[in-house]
């Protein structure tokens, strides 16, 4: 489970405001990339068991995500979610779009962070006192918590598409590759929402729709 080790490394430095960044539909065919940067108060960062449950959101049911999203939202100084649509995906890039997400997800905090903990990536253009940390939403409570706001928005938001593209089901995978959303393309062709520069995308389109 993660720990606030990380968190209070940084406090014995001087840092107060630790923000933890995460993103959730990097790897997905279709939809946004949403990116959560949370502060965790410091009640709870002596008190870490406040957040007991709290970990990689790929690791929790969604009744858990939801429930824990709700827990997390009461111990927090800031949560700032940043989204980067499809488009922007394939003009940038995964990663880049990824950075952008997490970028804008800092400058939604309603108060100014003096480090980050950031799942695996850096964000070079930031110039605050950062550290990734591999396989961090698992060794961060911070991460972790942005894990969980980061997959909960971003399931909130292919829900709504569902209803905008009910032939995607979207609701159901939330735009991540599976036999139904690959067949789904076969036979209405992609969507606006769909991230066109992915290799799977480029196989599926051949075959399928103009």
Known sequence: MPTVEEEHTLRAQ????????DEAGRGCWAGPVVA?????GPTVL?????LDGVNDSKQLRPAQRTALEQTIYGHVQGVGIGVVPAYLIDAFGIVEATRLAMETAILHLPLLPDALLIDALTLPRCPLPQRAIIRGDSASLSIAAASVIAKTARDRLMTHFDLLYPAFRFGTHKGYGTAVHAQAI???GATA???RSFR??????EQGAP
Do not use: N
């Open 14 to 21: 001087g840092y107060r405001a630790i923000a933890g960044i």
């Open 36 to 40: 959560a940067a949370v502060v965790l």
């Open 46 to 50: 002596d008190r870490p068991e406040l």
């Open 186 to 188: 076969a036979e209405h």
């Open 193 to 195: 929402l769909h991230r």
């Open 200 to 205: 799977p995308l480029w196989h599926i389109t």
